[in-house]
């Protein structure tokens, strides 16, 4: 298999690559069994998170036990076609969902002010 070739030449990986990957464009009625049966294929699975809120529907996180089967699913999963949708599978970067989220944070900051201080973004 591509994993075992992978190891044997002790190949550099490059620094994104990690076990926790983020799958976006997920049929919002797919269920763990299904995640385990697609992800399952490439290596031991530690965790699947499926996004459940509003926000959050059609995402999951996939954490696998070791690094390289993360990267052979990351290589054969992306683009996947499931249920007519084509996964989008990427690798968990904590500094840019970190990002995503210090922003949403400052936006409501910034309108909480704006609505204690009587503040209008709307031009005149």
């Known amino acids: 298999m591509a994993t075992i070739s992978l190891r044997k030449s002790n190949t550099r990986l490059p620094p994104e690559v990690n076990r926790v990957l983020y799958v976006r464009n997920l049929p919002f009625n797919i269920s763990s069994e299904e995640m385990y049966d697609i992800f399952g294929k ?8 499926i996004g459940t809120n509003k926000d959050t529907r059609g995402t999951a996180f996939v954490v696998y036990e070791d690094i390289y089967d993360a990267k052979t699913a990351v290589d054969h999963l992306s683009g996947f076609n499931v ?8 690798y968990y970067q904590q500094a840019k969902m970190s990002k995503k989220f210090d922003q ?7 309108a909480r002010m704006q609505e204690k201080y009587g503040v209008s973004t709307k031009d005149k």
Do not use: S
Request: proline share 0%; aromatic share 8%.
């Open 42 to 49: 490439y290596g031991a699975i530690r965790q699947i998170r």
């Open 83 to 90: 249920a007519n949708r084509y996964l989008i599978v990427l």
């Open 104 to 110: 949403k944070k400052k936006e409501e900051e910034i």
